[in-house]
């Protein structure tokens, strides 16, 4: 029998693929939950960027990181490698500062996020969206202009859809690209809602977890045929935060599926930091309905007590069985985190559950 599955190269059924880290402060119970070992600096951010609000991997360029700052006064995005070192910059073209932003203050939106994938839904070609979803003003009391300077025109939002360049081979020059790029506006079904996670499935499937410690949600994006506001949908509430508020999130990826929604939180100014992982349910082909069970179940914690090593954590990352943290401040460190990821199925695995089961029957 044995012998049958070294022929076969295959995994036992339920057998961990990627060797765990064991770490007794990061170690999850659940059999669906990684095992995580302690954070491991692995960098710095550039000392120019001091609002670093979202982070995320390139898609066409391997080792390219993009970043983008909060309310910056021109449309940039940064880039960086592994180890946080500059690599140059993209500028978004086409992109005009919002009318409701308080004349004098140059600023193109509340940047609090950025995903890479498909440009929309079936689409080959792979995109920047950066997320102008920050809204300082959407708090209980602030209904009128003088109450918050910043509050948002008819409460409307937008990501800001930027083809990925394809960089030129490196050297010791910074590559500095202009690339037009398309403002997609949009509302929220009931109301105004502060925000600093942006999501990207493989499908193109765009969402958005709001940032609110007396009840987080998650929203689906619409597909935007033309560039006139759309409207979210709400999906669910999400569990397991009690007080918390999220600051960034990604999906860990099995293939061309979602296997788990990740988040990053804290309490108050940067305090109380976490990492929450709330695994899909591989049988549930539908995105938006495992998202919606996974988030209403109790999360595994990943990390805690992250505030010790990043104030004000904006920025999460899955990068195959690791995760990368940033951080706003001048010279952020990066951190890493290794895990062991078991991943929840889809259709590799499935037909290494048949293989299984027939190899057992003609063992039999």
Known sequence: MLLIWGLFGLPLIGATITKPYRSETFLSSSSRCPRCAAPSET?????????????????????????????????????????????????????ERWSWVPQGSPRFGDFESLVVGPCSKGSSEQCIFVADIGNNCARPGLKKIQDCPWMRENNTYSLLRVPEPNMEPRDHELKNYSVPSQRLPFHYPDGPHDAEALLLSPKGSLYVVTKDPRETAIYELPEWPSQEAGTAKKLSVVSGLEGEVVTA??????????????????????HGGKVLHYPLQASMPDEPAALIRAVMSTPCPLASNLEQLQYQGEGLVWQGSHLVLCAEGKASSLFTIQCSVEHSGGPHMAVHILLSLLLVVLVV
């Open 43 to 95: 960098g710095k951010i550039p000392a120019s960027l001091s609002e670093a609000s979202g982070y995320a991997s390139s898609k066409k360029n391997p080792g390219v990181f993009y970043i983008v700052e909060d309310g910056p006064e021109q449309p940039l995005i940064h880039m960086v490698d592994e180890q946080g070192a500059s690599l140059g910059q993209i500028l978004m073209t086409g992109i």
């Open 249 to 270: 999130a990604d999906f860990l990826r099995d293939g061309s599926h979602v296997s788990a929604l990740t988040v990053r939180t804290y309490r108050s100014h940067g």
